[in-house]
């Protein structure tokens, strides 16, 4: 079994302060939330950004300040920008980030309900536009998937070589109005990927831990983080991002699996360091 990767999704873009204040916003805490992150043993950063108010934004030059902030913290950390932005926000706001050219982006492959009244809309017109504007500026995509039917789509679009092998996945379980998380679920999640396929667990909300846990015991690779899960433990709000990564990497220590470095990470994900 490979090492395990462990990407800390910091920020988000629906997690606010009143939810847990060490949501960062500025520029500095969203690079101190990194560096947390990173020194605890993250290899990857699942990064959306904010202005200084907390409004989610995919600005292009919002992302460089940001990614450039990390960097100088942690030079070697794999930064994944997030194309999904927030729930509303147009296609080509959401692209911005692309074209920095990152080494790796999300890719969400279909529409879904997104909490009680958002739905988060990706249409099969809007994913073949953002693979192939990732491709053209030789970005990997990480294909979020909240349903099974989005591995069907992600499929579909490699077959007709608009993705490109080895896809790497990411299961995003537990959003209201997706999949739930479950076993049985990432089983059959797990079973529906082409070999050779890498992937990722995120359990949203309490469910984070259980399905890392599950994610790490099975070889597949595990996202915590702010976006998805703010609480350490029942009823106690993290103080960082830090403190759910060293989590995760206990879980998976205590089952013997040792945890990937950034280069290590690299290498299990067929990506190339853009690092300047
Ligand atoms: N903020 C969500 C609506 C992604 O990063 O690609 C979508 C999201 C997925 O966070
Ligand atoms: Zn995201």
Not at 46 to 69: K, W
Not at 222 to 251: H, Q
Not at 263 to 275: C, D, N, Q, S
Request: charged share 25%; net charge negative; glycine share 8%.
């Amino acid at each position: 079994m490979d090492k395990l990767i462990i990407t800390a999704s910091i920020c988000g873009a629906e997690v606010t302060k009143e939810h847990n204040p060490n949501v960062p916003y500025t520029i500095e805490e969203i690079a101190n939330e990194a560096k947390r992150s990173y020194d605890a043993g993250a290899s990857i950063i699942h990064l959306h950004v904010r202005e200084d108010d907390g409004t989610p934004t995919q600005s292009y030059e919002r992302f460089r300040a940001c990614i450039m902030a990390i960097k100088e913290k942690c030079p070697d950390v794999i930064i994944e920008p997030s194309t999904g932005g927030a729930v509303g926000m147009s296609n080509d706001e959401r692209l911005g980030p692309v074209f920095l050219k990152p080494e790796i982006a999300s890719l969400d492959c279909g529409t879904c309900n997104f909490g009680k009244d958002d739905i988060f809309v990706n249409t099969e017109s809007t994913i073949r536009y953002f693979a192939k504007k990732m491709v053209e500026f030789n970005v990997k995509p990480e294909i979020e998937v909240f349903d099974k039917g989005m591995i069907d789509t992600a499929i579909r679009l490699y077959k007709e070589k608009v993705l490109k092998v080895p896809l790497q996945f990411n299961f995003v379980m537990g959003v209201r109005g997706a999949i739930d998380a479950s076993l049985m679920n990432l089983a059959f999640m797990e079973a529906s990927i082409p070999e050779g396929s890498v992937y990722t667990v995120t359990g949203i909300g309490r469910h984070q831990f259980t399905m890392a846990a599950m994610a790490a015991a099975a070889g597949g690779h595990v996202r915590v983080g702010f976006e998805d899960n703010i609480y350490l433990a029942k009823g106690v709000i993290a103080k960082s991002n830090g403190e759910l990564v060293e989590k995760a990497v206990r879980i998976s220590r205590e089952i013997g699996r040792e945890i990937a470095s950034p280069k290590e990470a690299r290498e299990i994900l067929h990506l190339k360091h853009k690092g300047e």
